[in-house]
């Protein structure tokens, strides 16, 4: 499986972006899939989850400006964000693995998703 994500770029602060993750094939009907983030000089960050069924999770510091939804029939993934502030800044990777990396609070370390994308640019201005 590989993964491809777009739609990064430049933003200023308040402002909007979608990023979208497209697979080249998903190949099992339970899986885990989500967005992360690595800013400069930090470690990697859990942003949100989808599982199979539909249920999602979101890292404390992005709940109620991030969406993550997914079109099964694109294999694509998405992530909308909203009032985007400078804090937000870094590289964002989208991932996939099993079901079971979804579970408990264990998916924020990423640890058990097994494929990544190579990452898109999402600096936010102030």
């Known amino acids: 499986m590989q993964l491809v994500e777009s739609g990064g770029g430049s933003v200023q602060a308040g402002g909007s972006l979608r990023l979208s993750c497209a697979a080249s094939?998903?190949?099992?009907?339970?899986?885990?899939r989500g967005w992360f983030r690595q800013a400069p000089g930090k470690e990697r960050e859990g942003v949100a989850i989808?599982?199979?069924?539909?249920?999602?999770a979101y890292g404390e510091s992005v709940q109620g400006r991030f969406t993550i939804s997914e079109d099964n029939a694109k294999n694509t993934l998405y992530l909308q964000m909203n009032s985007l502030t400078p804090a937000d800044t870094a590289m964002y990777y989208c991932?996939?693995?099993?079901?079971?990396?979804?579970?408990?609070?264990?998916?924020?370390?990423?640890?058990?998703?097994?494929?990544w994308g190579p990452g898109t640019p999402v600096p936010v201005s102030s």
């Open positions: 991932a996939a693995g099993p079901v079971e990396a979804c579970s408990s609070r264990s998916w924020l370390s990423g640890l058990r998703f097994g494929a």
């Open positions: 989808i599982a199979s069924g539909g249920g999602t």
């Open positions: 094939r998903y190949t099992s009907s339970n899986y885990c």
